[in-house]
């Protein structure tokens, strides 16, 4: 009896937070135009890592955005990585079709290839040594209409983003997926190294989802605060997130836009 009640109760819950995420399909915003960007990574104010993006319209109707970083300095003495990231969307629905993301570190190298349908995604991790043998792991997740990094920014940058709304989505950026919750805290200006914008704030917290669809806290990530640019762009301008080694920072350091789309 009391097995049945616990999955009688689980899955209520589990049906709870699902009838709670966001069925609004994409917002009229205009669409991000292709640009280039250079981000910096770090923590309280000590740069450790660099960043940049390429985001383009391809020709057969698909969002790209290819991303390259890594760590610098006396960073990259202690901590070693190299990542090259790439990810397409439908340019219609903006919802996900396949990433990509290789991880180089000084002794080993992780590559991470996911493709998406309407109903779930598939991902294969390939872990293995420099020059020497490698393992590959594959998981499935079932869920309808998920989204990964790049294509949840296109999602929610394309809706109207008014004061105090909020937005839910299921993401699933590497082997796990999350619930995320975005609420739009207000406007303010904000000066990054790329330069000074009015901006909207948001609040972001993510929930692990379990095999069970039961909601989790993520171990490792608290919170995190977003500045996007308040205009035609709206432009990923800084983030602040709450993780279990303190306060990290992504910030705009560069950003031109393509002349001619390439």
Same mark, same amino acid.
């Given at each position: 009896?009391?097995?049945?009640? *616990?999955? *009688?109760?689980?899955?209520? /819950?589990?049906?709870?937070?699902?009838?709670? @995420?966001? &069925? !609004?399909?994409?917002?009229?915003?205009?669409?991000?135009?292709? /640009?280039?960007? #250079?981000?910096?990574?770090?923590? =309280?104010? +000590?740069?450790?890592?660099?960043? !940049?993006?390429?985001?383009? &319209? %391809? *020709?057969?109707?698909?969002?790209?955005?290819?991303?390259?970083?890594? #760590?610098?300095? *006396?960073?990259?003495?202690?901590?070693?990585?190299?990542?090259?990231?790439?990810?397409?969307?439908?340019?219609?629905?903006?919802?996900?079709? !396949?990433?990509?993301?290789?991880?180089?570190?000084?002794?080993?190298?992780?590559? %991470?290839?996911? #493709?998406?349908?309407?109903?779930?995604? %598939?991902?294969?991790?390939? %872990?293995?040594?420099?020059?020497? =043998?490698?393992?590959?792991?594959?998981?499935?997740? =079932?869920?309808?209409?998920?989204?990964?990094?790049?294509?949840?920014?296109?999602?929610?940058?394309?809706?109207?983003?008014?004061?105090?709304?909020?937005?839910?989505?299921?993401?699933?950026?590497?082997?796990?997926?999350? +619930?995320?919750?975005?609420? @739009?805290?207000?406007?303010?200006?904000?000066?990054?190294?790329?330069?000074?914008?009015?901006?909207?704030?948001?609040?972001?917290? +993510?929930?692990?989802?379990?095999?069970?669809?039961?909601?989790?806290?993520?171990?490792?990530?608290?919170?995190?605060?977003?500045?996007?640019?308040?205009?035609?762009?709206?432009?990923? /301008?800084?983030?602040?997130?709450?993780?279990?080694?303190?306060?990290?920072?992504? !910030? /705009?350091?560069?950003?031109?836009?393509?002349?001619?789309?390439?």
């Amino acid at each position: 009896m009391a097995i049945v009640l *616990f999955a *009688f109760c689980s899955g209520s /819950l589990a049906a709870n937070w699902q009838s709670t @995420v966001s &069925k !609004e399909p994409p917002g009229d915003f205009p669409g991000l135009r292709p /640009l280039h960007a #250079t981000y910096r990574f770090g923590w =309280s104010g +000590l740069t450790a890592a660099t960043g !940049e993006v390429h985001f383009t &319209k %391809t *020709f057969d109707d698909k969002f790209q955005l290819v991303g390259t970083g890594r #760590t610098i300095g *006396f960073v990259r003495a202690l901590w070693k990585l190299d990542v090259n990231y790439r990810a397409v969307a439908n340019a219609e629905t903006l919802r996900p079709i !396949e990433t990509e993301q290789t991880e180089n570190y000084r002794s080993k190298k992780v590559a %991470t290839h996911i #493709t998406f349908t309407n109903n779930g995604v %598939t991902c294969a991790r390939t %872990t293995g040594g420099q020059g020497g =043998s490698a393992e590959t792991k594959t998981r499935q997740f =079932s869920f309808p209409n998920l989204f990964e990094l790049h294509s949840a920014l296109l999602y929610l940058r394309s809706q109207p983003l008014g004061d105090r709304s909020v937005y839910r989505v299921v993401v699933y950026p590497a082997t796990n997926a999350y +619930l995320a919750t975005i609420t @739009v805290v207000g406007r303010e200006k904000i000066s990054v190294r790329g330069g000074s914008y009015n901006a909207l704030k948001v609040d972001l917290h +993510l929930n692990r989802i379990g095999k069970h669809f039961e909601l989790e806290p993520h171990r490792k990530f608290r919170r995190a605060t977003i500045w996007v640019s308040d205009d035609a762009d709206r432009i990923l /301008l800084r983030i602040e997130a709450q993780v279990f080694v303190g306060t990290v920072f992504a !910030e /705009l350091q560069s950003m031109h836009f393509d002349s001619a789309g390439s």
